[in-house]
């Protein structure tokens, strides 16, 4: 079983669609959670934190359940420069040292 | 906003040839991290660096690889002997502390011919 898994994608969608994403995890030590957004043969950019309590920022929300170890990402009104990979992360806390571990990604085209 | 820099941006080697990896983290921060990802793949560990001496490392980071924070700033990823399919983005990340977010560089793409 995959650490972390994600729908591949791609994910088409009109400008001002609302589109949610899905993650699984596995390891139930994971200890923080986060979106990240990655552009084409580019570094990954942080985009949120998750937390059980779920978090907004602006047009995406996230939500944690720990209980059945899935993170979700919401988007509404859709923009075109949304089009990106979203990478679904966790870190994992051991010895007081971490590591995130990354999902393969899900790809969002938004066209007009 | 700081920033984590890599240079160079691209490296081209051939087979069996040594690169270094250079990375400037970002000044406050007191974790660092190299992470790599071939072309289509998911971003995968390297290894973990934190006062001074490695804190983990994944399989993939075998006796070819070591790392070192030679002064203040930088910290490098050295590939001994590089094979084709050590040809991969590599990105250098920090953090400010345990359970904080990294910021990542922007990479250097290797390419071993």
């Known amino acids: 079983r995959k650490e972390v898994e994600q729908d591949p994608g791609p994910f088409n969608v009109p400008e001002g669609a609302t589109v949610a994403f899905n993650c699984t995890y596995s390891?139930?030590?994971?200890?923080?959670f986060f979106w990240y957004r990655q552009d084409c043969r580019k570094e990954p950019k942080l985009l949120m934190s998750?937390?059980?309590s779920g978090n907004e920022d602006g047009r995406f929300t996230a939500q944690l359940n720990r209980a059945s170890q899935y993170i979700s990402l919401l988007i509404r009104d859709s923009k075109l420069s949304d089009s990106a990979t979203y990478l679904c992360?966790?870190?994992?806390?051991?010895?007081?040292?971490?590591?995130?571990?990354f999902g393969a990604g899900t790809r969002l085209a938004v066209h007009p | 906003e700081p920033e984590v820099t890599q240079t160079p941006s691209h490296q081209v080697t051939q087979m069996g040839q040594e690169v270094i990896l250079r990375c400037v983290p970002i000044?406050?921060?007191?974790?660092f991290y190299w992470y790599r990802q071939i072309l289509g793949q998911k971003v995968e560990f390297l290894v973990s660096?934190?006062?001074?001496?490695?804190?983990?490392k994944s399989e993939i980071f075998d006796d070819q690889f070591s790392v070192e924070r030679p002064d203040g700033s930088n910290f490098t990823l050295k590939i001994r002997s590089t094979k084709l399919e050590d040809s991969a983005m590599y990105f250098c990340?920090?953090?400010?502390?345990?359970?904080?977010?990294?910021?990542f560089g922007s990479g250097t793409r290797l390419t071993v011919v």
């Open positions: 390891n139930s030590a994971s200890q923080s």
């Open positions: 000044s406050n921060h007191l974790y």
């Open positions: 992360v966790v870190m994992v806390i051991s010895g007081g040292y971490n590591k995130l571990i």
């Open positions: 998750v937390y059980s």
């Open positions: 660096f934190y006062n001074n001496e490695i804190s983990e």
């Open positions: 990340a920090s953090s400010e502390d345990l359970g904080h977010g990294y910021t």
